[in-house]
Structures are given as structure tokens and as C-alpha cells.
């Protein structure tokens, strides 16, 4: 089954690869506009998995990527401002 990813990607996957009622924490190391990050979450709740949080270790703030997920949200630094793009 395809699940579609920001810039065009696309990801085939095993429904079987999460077993339905598993408990997943989702980590990546940038959160920005929160597109890779909501394709993995479709990805895990079509094969029925649960979404426990989120784990980023940094932040771009001004792009509120944050606002798009649907589960507690962790990071371990935070970009503040759009400088940084």
C-alpha cells in the first residue's frame, strides 16, 4: 500500500510491518512543517498501530509543524527564527 510523503514521495509498505494494536513512538530529528512526521503517522495507523508521541530533537517553531500532529509532541531544542530556514 502506498502512503504519500511531502516533496512527492512515496512509501510502499507491509500492512503486516506494524502489528495492528502496537504502541509506536514516531522520532526524527527535524520538525518543520510536520509532513514526514503526518506521513509516518498515516503509515502506522493504517496498518492499526497506536500513536504514542512524537520525539524530535529539533524544533523549527515558525513553521508550526507541531500543530499538524495528532499526538504529545517532544523536542530537545527549538529553532525560533526563521533565520534558520
Do not use: H, W
Not at 4 to 18: D, M, R
Not at 25 to 39: F, K, N
Amino acid at each position: 500500500m502506498p502512503v504519500s510523503f511531502p516533496l512527492g514521495k512515496k512509501v510502499n509498505y507491509q500492512a503486516e510491518a506494524i502489528p495492528e494494536g502496537s504502541n509506536v513512538i514516531i522520532v526524527d530529528d527535524i520538525l518543520a512543517t510536520g509532513g514526514s512526521a503526518t506521513g509516518a503517522a498515516q503509515l502506522v495507523q493504517k496498518c492499526g498501530g497506536n500513536i504514542l508521541e512524537f520525539d524530535f530533537v529539533m524544533e523549527l517553531d515558525f513553521l508550526k509543524g507541531r500543530e499538524k500532529l495528532p499526538s504529545p509532541t517532544f523536542t530537545l531544542l527549538s529553532g525560533q527564527y526563521e533565520s534558520l530556514k
